[in-house]
T-cell receptor, first 113, second 116 residues
Framework: KQEVTQIPAALSVPEGENLVLNCSFT??????LQWFRQDPGKGLTSLLL?????REQTSGRLNASLDKSSGRSTLYIAASQPGDSATYLC????????????FGKGNQVVVIP | DAGVTQSPTHLIKTRGQQVTLRCSPK?????VSWYQQALGQGPQFIFQ???????QRGNFPDRFSGHQFPNYSSELNVNALLLGDSALYLC???????????????FGPGTRLLVL
């Protein structure tokens, strides 16, 4: 069974600092890994998707890396802003799972103005 | 182009009751998956439907059942509600390729269920 862990569970940073969020998974036989953003009480917004053959993906201030062999992914958010305050979820799709996603519990982020 | 929609947005039920949640997939998608997200937890996979049949199921009891209609919309039914069923229920849609593979899922805003 795929286990996904995200650390730290919660963190606060001053505005302008870079954010580093970590995700680890136990089964390296993944098809892809996806990072989502979730605002309180809301649904999921996809931020970045990394295919298993890729090492990283970038979108604006966001960069996600993937090291499949070690079962790790990192989401970097450059120059954080108060609007970045949210919970960030990591999800992996198993190679043979036919689209079932296994999620971590999330990193709850607060950016202090 | 409408994304994934869910109804209702919020719902309050009492223990023992039954509830039905609804999901309309994104245009062009034929597959619907349901997830349960308890407070402070990541979403947990409940089941997936395409071609009007349940194709995959997570570790949820038979009290959780579903249905998919010919227009690809879906319902999630939960019988004999327990306090622990209080959660955000998320629907995700995707498109199955001709090779039988599923493309990336898109999530709806969720239905918040509170069981008293």
């Amino acid at each position: 069974k795929q286990e996904v862990t995200q650390i730290p569970a919660a963190l606060s940073v001053p505005e302008g600092e870079n954010l580093v969020l970590n995700c680890s998974f136990t089964d390296s036989a993944i098809y892809n890994l996806q990072w989502f953003r979730q605002d309180p009480g809301k649904g999921l917004t996809s931020l970045l998707l990394i295919q298993s053959s890729q090492r990283e993906q970038t979108s604006g201030r966001l960069n996600a890396s993937l090291d499949k062999s070690s079962g790790r992914s990192t989401l970097y958010i450059a120059a954080s802003q108060p609007g970045d305050s949210a919970t960030y979820l990591c999800a992996v799709r198993h190679r043979h799972g036919n689209n079932r996603l296994a999620f971590g519990k999330g990193n709850q982020v607060v950016v202090i103005p | 182009d409408a994304g994934v929609t869910q109804s209702p947005t919020h719902l309050i039920k009492t223990r023992g009751q039954q509830v039905t949640l609804r999901c309309s997939p994104k245009s062009g998608h034929d597959t619907v998956s349901w997830y349960q997200q308890a407070l402070g937890q990541g979403p947990q996979f409940i089941f997936q439907y395409y071609e009007e049949e349940e194709r995959q199921r997570g570790n949820f009891p038979d009290r959780f059942s579903g249905h998919q209609f010919p227009n690809y919309s879906s319902e999630l039914n939960v019988n004999a509600l327990l306090l622990g069923d209080s959660a955000l229920y998320l629907c995700a849609s995707s498109q199955r390729t001709s090779g039988g593979f599923q493309e990336t899922q898109y999530f709806g805003p969720g239905t918040r269920l509170l069981v008293l």
